[in-house]
């Protein structure tokens, strides 16, 4: 009976010894890296979302392919999605061209909440003479932030790369991959919603220029993760 004991005892150390070696050798959990990318060559889809056009904007050849140009007056898109609906963390990314002549203030890039509009994401413009300037905004219920780039300022009527984002306890922006702000903020996941392009979502601050391409990432990319 002792023995028979002692042979039952070895048995479950063992197998619990094994057990938890495999539990500590087993890999965390990962959140699926995503990316979803906008081509904005087209007035009928992006990114396989229904469309609605305000305006006359037109498509244009560019030397990196196709894009569509804002009159600054009463062209958008509006993109019936939110692609960042429900992400902790993401970067926006955008190939984009501020043109001449347009005007101060412009929401070019509005991203909104379906159950409230308070909660949003927005890239716009400043102009100040012949150079623009970014200024980058999240806000979800009270906490809010706002980047206001102005010491930050570019030329006009050139094709740029620019980049909002967010790793859940911080915004930064850059400008052709440099950092140019950043800012502390805690905010809870945007929910299902939709996007404007070239206005915001309440038909202000009209944006001239092109749109060429936008990406969205669920995890805070480094500077060498941006579209090149």
Do not use: C
Not at 50 to 72: M, S, Y
């Amino acid at each position: 009976m002792r023995k028979y004991l002692i042979v039952v005892l070895f048995i479950f150390f063992t197998a619990a010894s094994v057990s938890s070696g495999i539990a500590q050798t087993l890999p965390a959990e990962k959140t699926s890296r995503r990316s979803i990318v906008w081509k904005i060559d087209n007035l009928k889809k992006i990114g396989g979302n229904n469309v609605e056009v305000l305006g006359n904007p037109q498509i244009i050849a560019t030397e990196k392919g196709r894009a569509v140009l804002f009159d600054g007056i009463d062209d958008a898109i509006f993109v019936e999605n939110n692609p960042i609906a429900d992400w902790r963390e993401f970067t926006i990314e955008a190939v984009f061209r501020p043109d001449a002549n347009g005007a101060k203030e412009q929401r070019w890039f509005h991203i909104e909440d379906m159950e409230n509009a308070e909660s949003r994401a927005l890239l716009e413009t400043r102009l100040v003479g012949d150079e623009w300037f970014l200024d980058t905004f999240i806000k979800s219920g009270e906490n809010r932030s706002p980047l206001y780039a102005e010491d930050f300022k570019h030329p006009l009527g050139k094709w740029f790369h620019v980049a909002l984002v967010f790793d859940g306890k911080e915004m930064r922006h850059y400008v052709d991959g440099k950092l140019e702000l950043s800012g502390k903020l805690e905010i809870k996941p945007l929910g299902k919603g939709r996007a404007s392009i070239g206005v915001r979502q309440n038909k202000v601050y009209w944006f001239k220029g092109a749109v060429r391409k936008l990406r969205f990432s669920n995890r805070a990319l480094t500077a060498n993760k941006f579209l090149k």
